[in-house]
């Protein structure tokens, strides 16, 4: 036996974390079908949109907490990150820009969105108005501590 070996795999505890939230998933079945269509038809032709932006970083788990993420290793594992985050945006963008959407709510969660130095916020805000009408100011879930 190795003793100079470790005892947890860091690797193996991440897929172990991730599988451990996967177990505790609540799913919830809607019985009054007909009036949750009922309420997708009346809103169908809105113009008014939500977009929700995940941040899947923090600076340590914790153990409470339900919501995918993961330990930001440095600044440039971020900046990978917004770069494939901009690119869908312009995607998604590209396809509905045609509609006129108006966007009345924008939420940033996470993870810990206050880990986000300012200048990419300003990128994502540039990008989300090139291709949508924004009516809303934006709402950052924060930590304190940053």
């Known amino acids: 036996m190795d003793i100079s070996a470790p ?5 193996k505890l991440k897929t172990c974390r991730l599988l451990s939230k996967r177990v505790r998933v609540k ?8 009036s949750h269509w009922n309420l997708v ?14 941040i ?6 914790c153990m409470f907490c339900p919501y995918f993420k993961d330990v930001l290793k440095n600044e440039q594992e ?16 590209k396809q509905l820009k ?22 990419l916020y300003r990128e994502l805000i540039d ?11 934006i709402g950052i879930e924060v930590n304190p501590e940053d």
């Open 7 to 11: 005892i947890f795999d860091s690797e």
């Open 27 to 34: 799913f919830y079945r809607i019985h009054d079908t007909y």
């Open 41 to 54: 038809e009346k809103n169908i032709n809105t113009k008014d949109i939500g977009i929700y932006i995940h």
């Open 56 to 61: 899947p970083f923090c600076r340590s788990i």
């Open 78 to 93: 971020l900046e990978k990150y917004f770069n494939f985050l901009l690119k869908e945006i312009k995607m998604y963008g």
């Open 98 to 119: 045609e509609n006129d959407l108006n966007v009345t709510d924008i939420h940033v969660g996470g993870g810990t969105p206050s880990l986000v130095p300012p200048k």
């Open 127 to 137: 990008t989300l108005a090139q291709f949508f009408n924004i009516k809303c100011s």
